[in-house]
């Protein structure tokens, strides 16, 4: 016979609702907001524990050799509960915010050494999604040494990252080469022509002086050869969040075409990333701007610059840069190149 479940057994409610030590307690100066700074931190790493579950599922997809459409559908909805998950994330430092900094400095000094620094959940999220690698050694060796000596072995840095998967499933796309079609050139023609209509703009706008026509043009230039940049690294470069040639054509073309319905869901799959990406970086944002109001120049409990190491660490946190940046290469509608019919018709739906 199955065995009952009660709730609170169900839930270890009776673990986890005492697990709230105010250690300004323990040192006999009360102080009243230490509760609030507590469950902030714990309601987070719950909140990262789930993000993990649902980014290891992704993970093991990625790794296969082939995905099922069905399976790039659970794909976009996962990464949509992610990108849900971050937004709450961000949104609890605005509860923690209630806290002055007055109030904070009522318990500051018996926290240290702990600080969100030492969260290994944290430092293992950003391995899975390839940023984690990014941060120069200094950083890192620095990052690594804060942990318990236990949790220093459980960041490993050669799993397979997001990117990585990410990388791996663009690469995959059949349908930038065939015998009669190449997208890259047939890409490179529509782009040229575009730059060349931008110059012609230029020309006879007619609020433009010598000048201005000038420096517009050689921005036109610049552009050009920015786009040479992105396509030049064959392999890419994952420390530097660099994709593949194929990776980045693949992205384009599923943003070119993404109005046919074998494109529908891949596109959906890179929107998702990128919002994933940014509400990354978002949430570092609101933390260090949450730090700036609470500690100001202060260091850190945690012992690092506080402020100046939290702005080092935004920097190098994009996951997609190149993903990112991809709309400043895309023609307009109609001089989209026109598929071959024997592709269209592999990437549409026929009901007869
Ligand atoms: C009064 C509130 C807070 C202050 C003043 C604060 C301050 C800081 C500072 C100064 C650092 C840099 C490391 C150090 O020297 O300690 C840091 C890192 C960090 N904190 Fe907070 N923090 C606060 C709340 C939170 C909360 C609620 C979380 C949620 C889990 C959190 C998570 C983190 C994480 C993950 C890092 C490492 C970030 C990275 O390496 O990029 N912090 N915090």
């Not at 610049?222 to 396509?231: E, I, Q, S, T």
């Not at 993903?323 to 023609?331: A, Q």
């Not at 109609?334 to 990437?347: A, G, H």
Request: proline share 3%; with cysteine; aromatic share 10%.
């Amino acid at each position: 016979m199955k065995k009952e479940v009660y709730y609170s057994e169900y839930l270890k409610l009776e673990s986890i609702l005492q697990a709230q030590e105010l250690e300004s307690v323990k040192n006999q100066h009360p102080a009243h907001d230490e509760m609030l700074f507590i469950v902030t931190h714990q309601t987070l790493e719950l909140w990262m524990k789930q993000i993990h579950f649902e980014i290891d599922s992704i993970l093991q997809e990625f790794a296969k050799p082939y995905l099922p459409d069905a399976t790039l559908s659970v794909i976009h909805h996962r990464l949509q509960r992610i990108v849900e998950i971050q937004k709450l994330m961000t949104s609890h430092f605005t509860v923690l915010e209630t806290m002055t900094p007055l109030d904070f400095l009522d318990f500051r000094d018996d926290l240290i050494p702990a600080s969100g620094f030492q969260s290994l959940q944290f430092k293992q999220l950003e391995c899975k999604l390839g940023i984690y690698q990014r941060h120069q050694s200094s950083t890192k060796a620095y990052s690594q040494q804060s942990l318990h000596k236990e949790d220093q072995s459980r960041i490993d840095e050669n799993t397979m990252t997001l990117f990585q998967g990410v990388q791996t499933w663009l690469e995959r796309n059949p349908f930038l080469e065939s015998k009669e079609y190449q997208f890259e050139s047939s890409y490179k023609n529509a782009l040229d022509l575009m730059f060349e209509k931008e110059k012609t703009l230029i020309q006879n706008h007619p609020f433009l002086d010598d000048e201005q026509r000038k420096k517009e043009t050689v921005n036109v230039e610049l552009m050009k050869d920015k786009f040479k940049d992105l396509f030049e690294s064959e392999n890419g470069d994952a420390t530097q969040g660099k994709l593949s040639r194929k990776a980045l054509l693949s992205a384009l073309f599923i943003n070119l075409y993404r109005d046919y319905p074998m494109i529908h869901t891949p596109f959906q799959v890179l929107r998702s990333l990128i919002e994933l990406d940014q509400m990354h970086v978002a949430w570092k944002h609101k933390h260090l701007s949450m730090v700036r109001k609470m500690i100001g120049l202060k260091m850190g409990t945690g012992g690092s610059s506080g402020q100046k190491y939290l702005s080092e660490s935004i920097e190098a946190s994009s996951i997609f840069s190149d993903l990112v940046s991809l709309p400043s290469y895309l023609v307009s509608r109609q001089n989209i190149p026109v598929l071959p019919e024997s592709i269209s018709k592999q990437l549409g739906f026929r009901w007869v």
